[in-house]
């Protein structure tokens, strides 16, 4: 499905306004995004998810693949999402017409089991993927693969999946904050930034490896109690080498490597839902012995998380975008350079 047909559903389901600054994008309607977790996408369940400003129905189908499509049904429009799943056909809760595989309508139960459906009948599905755990979809034709995490292949590391939450910010706003090292010791002043001096060395914005584009610096990480099991040291401040880059348009990786040897690579993923509101989920990939539980791992970073949460909830609106409207210190340079590339993609040049 391309984008022109996702404005159509909009304008379908009584939706009048324009679509925002981020759903009429083609290039960001061209790219992927992560929404939910693989093992919430079940054979049983259904679900509705906004991305872009476009309701879709997700579920797992007969192959046990995901299948995702506009949430109207063909017929009379009603939200598929509010069907049931039978044998991984999802049935229509209006007169239970029945999608199978890549969409398909196997059933129309007013009409004789010897006529087929009609061709219209199918379901225009969009792109689906499932990687890291996750479920992936571009509503839109990909213009770039799914960003790589070359830990995923790597036996040393293990893969540790987080809820899927939504934030009420712009993922614009999400990406610069993911960026940006000199929030640390206001913003994280309840996990690790306390030790941090506030002023940040020079940042040279770099290729680095898996295509992302960021820079590399240490920091010094308060250490208590809950950041030890993430850290495996018992010091009151360790020294954390760490490298911070985007991969378009709103992809951004950390790794933080202890000198232990311990690494944690961090993926974190914001999808916009429309302009200002977005899903919020991260990965961690660990080459630790396993001593510590999934759960204890990521506890402290979702309390990072919930830190820059609870900030970038205050701050209205998407980030401008231009270079001109907001004032940039050389701590910035890595948020520059993104909305340098973002810019670049949104118009069409990159
Ligand atoms: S609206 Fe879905 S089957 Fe009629
Ligand atoms: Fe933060």
């Not at 799943?85 to 089991?113: M, N, Q």
Request: aromatic share 8%; with cysteine; glycine share 8%.
């Amino acid at each position: 499905m391309d984008g022109g047909d996702a404005g159509r559903d909009r304008a379908a389901a009584g939706v009048d306004a324009p679509l925002g600054v981020l759903a009429s994008c083609p290039a960001l309607v061209d790219s992927w995004y992560a929404v939910a977790r693989s093992v919430e996408v079940t054979r049983q369940s259904v679900q509705a998810v906004t991305l872009l400003e476009r309701r879709l129905v997700v579920w797992r189908g007969p192959a046990g693949t995901v299948v995702a499509a506009p949430d109207r049904c063909p017929h009379r429009e009603a939200p598929l999402s509010k069907g049931t799943v039978e044998d991984g056909c999802l049935v229509c809760p209006y007169h239970g017409w029945t999608y199978a595989d890549a969409g398909r309508c196997v059933r129309v139960p007013s009409t004789s089991d010897t006529v087929p459906p009609p061709p219209r009948a199918h379901l225009q599905t969009v792109h689906s993927a499932e990687a890291y755990g996750l479920v992936w979809l571009c509503i839109g034709e990909p213009r770039a693969p799914i960003p790589r995490i070359a830990e995923e292949h790597d036996t040393t590391h293990r893969r540790i999946n987080t809820p899927v939450e939504r934030w009420a910010t712009s993922a614009t706003r999400m990406v610069d904050n993911f960026l940006d090292v000199s929030h640390f010791p206001f913003v994280h002043t309840g996990t690790f930034g306390r030790a941090q001096d506030t002023v940040v060395a020079k940042i040279e914005v770099e290729p680095l490896d898996d295509g992302y584009v960021g820079y590399r610096y240490e920091v010094l990480a308060n250490n208590d109690d809950a950041a030890s099991l993430a850290s495996g040291q018992t010091a009151e401040v360790v020294e954390r080498s760490m490298s911070t880059g985007f991969d378009l348009p709103f992809n951004v990786r950390s790794t933080i490597r202890y000198g232990t040897g311990l690494e944690h690579v961090l993926l974190l993923l914001s999808t916009p839902v429309d302009d200002v509101t977005s899903l919020f989920t991260f990965v961690v990939w660990r080459n630790d012995d396993f001593a510590v539980s999934a759960e204890e791992v990521v506890r402290f970073d979702l309390a990072i998380g919930a830190e820059d949460k609870r900030m970038l909830e205050l701050v209205p609106g998407l980030l401008p975008l231009d270079q001109t409207t907001l004032v940039n210190v050389r701590a910035d340079m890595c948020s520059v350079e993104w909305r340098r590339r973002l810019i670049a993609l949104m118009s069409g040049g990159a």
